[in-house]
């Protein structure tokens, strides 16, 4: 995807290009690590590129699940909700960045299948009760709000996915993005090359 969405002409189509697009920034942040790489926490906090890519996958099918009014999977006490939370932003050991983004490639057309299927982007969602990051005064967004949601939460990580990713090796998302895009060099930007092996 290049670095800008093309013009759009009408809402739903507007709101899901722009959260292609952030997902497009955070699969480049991937583009040429290793599974090592993947993994790794090179930052004060514990995330990982790899651990992005599967929590932005869970996060896109649990707001799909509460647009179509399915249950949360919610764990049986605070503990188990908080590990759960935990283990959703790491690759766990049969895991793989492959196999990773082959599934939020899979969520990703599951939101566009969910988001084509409604008419009205203004039809209620119900907010789910007794979560403490939920408001309880609120009783329902819309479909749209979901999507402005998700391409907030999405950009959140992808900026995140940047900062991991060139603390790793210093590549910057400009030159991530001109190499997966095939750019030519420029002076204005030298699309990323992995470093030479010593040898």
């Known amino acids: 995807m290049p670095a ?15 959260l292609a697009q952030q997902r ?17 926490t090179p930052t004060a906090s ?18 799909m699940r509460r647009v179509c009014g399915q249950p949360d999977d919610v764990p049986p006490d605070a503990a188990s909700a ?7 932003f790491r ?10 983004l082959a599934d939020y490639a899979d969520a990703a057309a599951e939101t566009e299948a969910v988001i084509g299927g409604i008419a009205d982007l203004g039809r209620a969602v119900p907010v789910p ?4 990051w939920f408001p309880d005064d609120v009783e329902a967004w819309s479909v749209r709000w979901v999507l ?15 900062i991991v990713r060139e603390s790793l090796d210093g590549a910057t998302g400009h030159e991530l993005l001109a190499a997966a895009e095939g750019w030519p060099a420029t002076p204005w930007v030298q699309p990323w090359r992995p470093a030479a092996v010593p040898g």
């Open 82 to 88: 908080f590990e759960d939370y935990r283990a959703g």
């Open 129 to 132: 009760k007794g979560v403490p």
């Open 46 to 63: 514990v995330l990982s590129v790899g651990g992005l890519v599967k929590h932005l996958a869970e996060t896109e099918r649990g707001w």
């Open 148 to 162: 402005l949601h998700l391409i907030e939460e999405t950009a959140r990580h992808a900026g995140h996915a940047d």
């Open 91 to 100: 690759l766990g050991p049969a895991q793989t960045l492959g196999g990773s």
């Open 4 to 18: 800008h969405v093309p013009p759009v002409a009408e809402e739903r189509e507007g709101l899901l290009a722009f």
């Open 24 to 40: 497009a920034a955070v699969r480049n942040a991937c583009y040429g690590l290793d599974e090592t790489q993947a993994r790794a």
